[in-house]
């Protein structure tokens, strides 16, 4: 089991920058892969970004890639999202979630725990 926190969202201005954090707790904790996703309104959820816990390469959506920046620390259980040069078309909600399978990269239904959302909005 695991429970996820989001936080760090806001209000900013288009070409500002965001860092979000999504703290987690529960047990065996290092075993699992990481995803970000985000979801405007009348809109589906979309991926973002995924790490894996146990190693490989950060993965991007082609949206984001280049501008935002995925990360984790496992002593503080916590990973983050660095978001650069944002744009409009990024305002969403985002939400952090968590996978038991050894990773799940952009697949939705692969994920197993979710946080409850940060809004981002930026402005142009």
């Known amino acids: 089991q695991v429970q996820l926190v989001e936080s760090g969202g806001g209000l900013v201005q288009a070409g500002g920058s965001l860092r979000l954090s999504c703290a987690a707790s529960?047990?065996?904790?290092?075993?699992?892969?990481m995803g970000w996703f985000r979801q405007a309104p009348g809109n589906e959820r979309k991926f973002v970004a995924a790490i894996s816990w146990s190693g490989g390469n950060p993965y991007y959506a082609d949206s984001v890639k280049g501008r935002f920046t995925i990360s984790r620390d496992n002593a503080k259980n916590t990973v983050y999202l660095q978001m650069n040069s944002l744009k409009p078309e990024d305002t969403a909600v985002y939400y952090c979630?968590?996978?038991?399978?050894?990773?799940?990269?952009?697949?939705?239904?692969?994920?197993?725990?979710w946080g409850q959302g940060t809004q981002v909005t930026v402005s142009s």
């Open positions: 979630a968590a996978t038991t399978k050894y990773y799940s990269g952009s697949y939705l239904g692969g994920y197993d725990y």
């Open positions: 529960g047990r065996t904790f290092s075993r699992y892969a």
